[in-house]
Every structure is written in structure tokens, then in C-alpha cells.
């Protein structure tokens, strides 16, 4: 079946860095995409998302882009901080009356001081 | 003031008992979700409810159970438990508009250890 994945799935940077973790997705119908953090013993947590009528969306310190060209989503945070250290995940919903998220397999990032 | 709860957040019991995790949103949302992520963090959808009727029934045994007895609770039962149920289970709930779905707010999750 379609799926989403990661390219990378540990990332480590020095803290003040900015990073940036990548997805691909497979489902050409999906049309809209979400970044979720997890922290160590947390349920994920909610941080940015975009509709697939837009290629970028700007938050606090993340930026999300979206190339349905090439099927990719990245979400870039700027100046990381050691409290950035978690796993994220993209997911993407395939719209319509499709309820249902897909997860990708998660990146591990670690901030390093 | 938590906006998904679920109790209890660890469960430990043997192969072959009956159990029951559930799960309340004060969020008014319309929709509830249960997920299996398992030891790789990989993150599944197992089910989904919106206004108490099932939507999501992914490819999981039958000894899987939910139960929707209000839009603001869902619950999940496990029947015949098996060490491969081993996992950490996460409620989450979103309200789907006109716009289509929204982001799925998650509860903090439910580590089951079957022995």
C-alpha cells in the first residue's frame, strides 16, 4: 500500500543550528500533511501543518514545505535548542472523507549543547 | 485541564487476560482514534469514531474492541491478550470540518506489557 517515509531516521546537530528533517510520500490524492513532535514517554504533539493548496507555512522557529512535484515535505526548524530533541513524524490524511492519518517511520533528533 | 486523558498509563498483566484502556477528550471534538505504536516507534491507526459511529476499522484482530459510549469517550478492549500486543497505545481526537480534517490532538498514552 502507499506509504510515508523519512530519509533520515536519526539527525544530530549543535544546538543554535537550524535542521531539517525530510519526508516523502507516496499518495499523489493526499491533501494534507502534518508534522508531529514526540517526546521521550509523551504522546505526540502537534506542530505544524500545511493544505496541499500551499508550498510553504511559517510558524514560531518551523517552517513546513510542501513540493507535491516530487512528493516531499520537509519541516525546517530554526536555532534548534536541546528541548527540540524528540522523534517527529510526518503523517498525511488522503483526503475527502478519509479520517485516517498515515504516520511515516519518525527521525530522531538530538540537539547536542 | 487535560484535553485527552487515558487511563491507566501502565498496564501489565499475563497472555490469555481481558483488558480495558479508555479514553475521554473535553475538546468537543467529533472524532476519536486509537493507535498501536509499537517498539520501533512506528505509529498505526487501529480505529476511528466520529460521532460515536465506527469509521476506521484497520486490518486488527477481532480481540480488539472499541467502545464509543459518548462522542467525548472511547474505549478499547482487549480480549485474550498476546505477548505480540505488547505496545504503547494513544488515543487522539480531532474535529473534522468543512475544510477537511484537522490536526489529531494526542492523549499521552498507555504502555501495555503482556508477560
Known amino acids: 500500500g502507499e506509504s510515508v517515509g523519512l530519509h533520515l531516521p536519526t539527525l544530530s546537530v549543535q544546538e543554535g543550528d537550524n535542521s531539517i528533517i525530510n519526508c516523502a510520500y507516496s499518495n499523489s490524492a493526499s491533501d494534507y500533511f502534518i508534522w508531529y513532535k514526540q517526546e521521550s514517554g509523551k504522546g505526540p504533539q502537534f506542530i505544524i501543518d500545511?493544505?496541499?493548496?500551499?508550498d510553504k507555512r511559517q510558524g514560531q522557529r518551523v517552517t513546513v514545505l510542501l513540493n507535491k512535484t516530487v512528493k516531499h515535505l520537509s519541516l525546517q526548524i530554526a536555532a534548534t535548542q536541546p528541548g527540540d530533541s524528540a522523534v517527529y513524524f510526518c503523517?498525511?490524511?488522503?483526503?475527502?472523507?478519509?479520517?485516517?492519518?498515515?504516520f511515516g517511520k519518525g527521525t530522531l533528533l538530538t540537539v547536542n549543547p | 485541564d487535560t484535553a485527552v486523558s487515558q487511563t491507566p498509563k501502565y498496564l501489565v498483566t499475563q497472555m490469555g487476560n481481558d483488558k480495558s484502556i479508555k479514553c475521554e477528550q473535553n475538546l468537543g471534538h467529533d472524532t476519536m482514534y486509537w493507535y498501536k505504536q509499537d517498539s520501533k516507534k512506528f505509529l498505526k491507526i487501529m480505529f476511528s469514531?466520529?460521532?460515536?459511529?465506527?469509521?476506521i476499522n484497520e486490518t486488527v484482530p477481532n480481540r480488539f474492541s472499541p467502545k464509543s459510549p459518548d462522542k467525548a469517550h472511547l474505549n478499547l478492549h482487549i480480549n485474550s491478550l498476546e505477548l505480540g500486543d505488547s505496545a504503547v497505545y494513544f488515543c487522539a481526537s480531532s474535529q473534522v470540518t468543512s475544510g477537511g480534517l484537522s490536526e489529531q490532538f494526542f492523549g499521552p498514552g498507555t504502555r501495555l506489557t503482556v508477560l
Open positions: 503523517a498525511e490524511n488522503s483526503g475527502g472523507s478519509n479520517y485516517k492519518l498515515t
Open positions: 500545511i493544505r496541499s493548496n500551499m
Open positions: 469514531y466520529n460521532n460515536k459511529e465506527l469509521i
